[in-house]
């Protein structure tokens, strides 16, 4: 147990840092007036929703941080700022970044060498076209079912400037209970996650049936869930198989849809829902998980069925 304990201490401290650092610095940022700054930049993006400035200025720290961006909207939830429509949406938007941030350090760097120009060129789009697909939800939804956002970022009169130091002062004393609840319910959360994966509660899917069905030749079946473990190791198993022509780009392609959204759910489960659940709590935390996940698989089987159209 103590064992446990420590590990969920090494992989959770470097993200609860993230999340300190984010919730502090940006009350520095609101107590100092500036966050009106960062909102004005992302307001032509947000222009076509219904998110309100708030949202406009989480975004922005998004780009460097979803983690410490989603805890300034955990912030603004429970000051009544945001309306838990408005959190959702909020909290979809805050994860654009990272497919932007994952095509220059994971896509374009790893997958095309390793897939080659084709294949792992086709994969790079398919997480330019999710990140737009969820984009249009946000837009689509926040039009549907929102009204104009009137959540905006508390400003300070040029009057009653605040200095530096009593704005880490004012900030540490305005977030730090926010933090340290974020923080144990993180901890419980990835315990839970850690001694349920030890138990093999992760491990007793097999996707050997599945990929009979749709097709894929014997010899892809060890990359394919090899992939649902790890997607870097997969495509490297993948990748040979593709340049010495023992499975087709159609093949190939199939097998990384297959293979993403199976891995997605456990990815989630692994990673994301400690994550939301500590920062929005047990309920929202987890349809903000199913919901971002979801559109996620959406777009891997609408592709799916395309590429098996293309294979017949």
Not at 78 to 92: M, N, P, T, Y
Request: proline fraction near 5%.
């Amino acid at each position: 147990m103590i064992d446990l304990f420590l590990r969920v201490l090494e992989f959770a401290a470097p993200i609860l840092a993230m999340i300190g650092i984010g919730l502090f610095g940006a009350g520095v940022l609101t107590e100092m007036g500036l966050m009106q700054g960062l909102a004005r930049i992302t307001r032509p993006i947000f222009s076509f929703t219904r998110l309100p400035d708030a949202c406009a200025s989480t975004f922005v720290i998004s780009l460097g941080s979803a983690v410490a961006a989603n805890g300034m909207v955990a912030r603004f939830r429970d000051e009544g700022c945001l309306e838990e429509k408005e959190v959702v949406l909020c909290a979809i938007m805050n994860s654009i970044p990272v497919y932007v941030r994952e095509l220059f350090t994971y896509q374009i760097p790893i997958v095309i060498p390793a897939l080659g120009l084709v294949v792992g060129g086709f994969y790079a789009l398919v997480f330019i076209f999710t990140a737009l697909f969820k984009i249009s939800v946000v837009v689509i939804l926040s039009r549907l079912f929102l009204k104009e956002g009137t959540c905006r970022v508390p400003e300070n009169s040029r009057q009653d400037k605040v200095s530096l130091r009593d704005a880490v002062i004012k900030s540490f004393r305005r977030e730090r209970r926010l933090f340290f609840k974020i923080a144990a319910i993180y901890i419980t959360m990835t315990i839970l996650v850690l001694a349920l994966r030890e138990r093999g509660a992760f491990d007793a899917f097999s996707v050997l049936p599945l990929a009979e069905i749709f097709g894929i030749p014997p010899e892809s079946i060890v990359p394919l869930t090899t992939y649902v473990a790890s997607p870097i190791v997969g495509i490297s198993l993948l990748g040979p198989m593709i340049h010495s022509n023992g499975i087709t780009p159609v093949q190939a392609m199939t097998v990384l849809m297959l293979g993403s959204m199976f891995m997605l759910p456990f990815f989630a489960i692994r990673s994301l829902l400690p994550r939301y659940v500590g920062l929005f709590g047990p309920r929202l935390g987890v349809g903000i998980v199913i919901f971002s996940t979801g559109m996620s698989v959406f777009v891997r089987f609408v592709i799916l069925v395309a590429l098996l159209t293309i294979g017949r």
